[in-house]
């Protein structure tokens, strides 16, 4: 596929997907979301991908909404007429993966300047690792917006009184890699000239797995965060007795007992 504002490869089970405006800091354009909707579509109805890995060009990952798009009366850009769909009454997602109705796990490499929107793919995505670069804030109450969705999901990855004051501190303070490892925000802190190459080797590292047991998986976890302990459990094993009529089911014990690679199938 060929895109204007990001870069699409997919390779063996791997969709990489790139923000790539590096002259506006990855700044989050119209048309670069447009764009990026048709790739996480295309991702996820691809039967060849297994796993997607958001990253981005230059010195930043991603810096937020292009102010300089933003039109004077403050409202979100939308290609239909103002709240005449159902997305423009959802919490505006922007660059965000469409985490709520996808099954497809995300790895993200924030690759420099991670802010605003941008800290995003961290809170929706699966797994999110970080050059040793990387910084993180949010800029929203700087320029006289409220910080809103974006804190709102960071406040329930890191300590409440740390999210407040990355909210409250805007563009004034960043906090690191290092620091964000420690707070349990990323998972992992690797040198800048190797972060791709350690995000295809993690990805390489779920795709060894069952593909449909991952995404089993992840929508266990991802659907039932909110529930009480009980009804979670109950939840997810929906997705355990799903799985288990697939041939993949069938495959993974039998590898096992004939002490062999298996042969995954996404079936």
């Given at each position: ?53 958001v990253t981005g060009t230059g010195r930043a990952f991603c ?140 990805a390489d590292v779920v795709n060894s797995n069952a593909p ?15 529930l009480p302990l009980h009804e979670a459990e109950i939840l ?32």
């Amino acid at each position: 596929m060929s895109f204007d504002d990001i870069l699409y490869e997919v390779d063996g089970h791997k969709a990489t997907i790139t923000l790539n405006r590096p002259s506006a800091l990855n700044a989050l354009s119209p048309a670069m979301i447009a764009e990026l909707r048709t790739a996480y579509d295309e991702a996820e109805n691809d039967d060849n991908v297994w796993i997607l890995i958001v990253t981005g060009t230059g010195r930043a990952f991603c810096t937020g909404a292009d102010v300089g798009e933003i039109p004077e009366d403050g409202r979100v850009i939308y290609e239909r007429p103002y709240l005449s769909t159902y997305d423009q009454w959802e919490a505006p997602q922007e660059g965000t993966p469409p985490f709520r109705r996808m099954a497809k796990p995300v790895l993200t490499a924030i690759n420099g300047l991670c802010c605003g929107a941008g800290l995003d793919w961290i809170t929706t995505g699966d797994i999110a690792i970080a050059s040793d670069k990387a910084t993180f804030f949010d800029p929203h109450v700087s320029i006289g917006l409220v910080a809103g969705r974006e804190m709102v999901r960071l406040a329930r990855v890191l300590p409440r009184n740390i999210a407040l004051r990355m909210a409250l501190m805007g563009k004034h303070e960043r906090m690191s890699a290092d620091r964000a490892y420690e707070l349990g925000m990323i998972s992992e802190v690797v040198e800048h000239d190797r972060l791709l190459e350690r995000a295809h080797e993690i990805a390489d590292v779920v795709n060894s797995n069952a593909p449909l047991a991952v995404r089993g998986t992840r929508l266990a976890i991802h659907k039932t965060l909110d529930l009480p302990l009980h009804e979670a459990e109950i939840l997810a094993e929906t997705f355990r007795e799903r799985v288990v009529r697939t041939d993949d089911a069938d495959e993974g014990p039998k590898a096992f007992m004939e002490k062999r690679a298996p042969n995954w199938k996404c079936r």
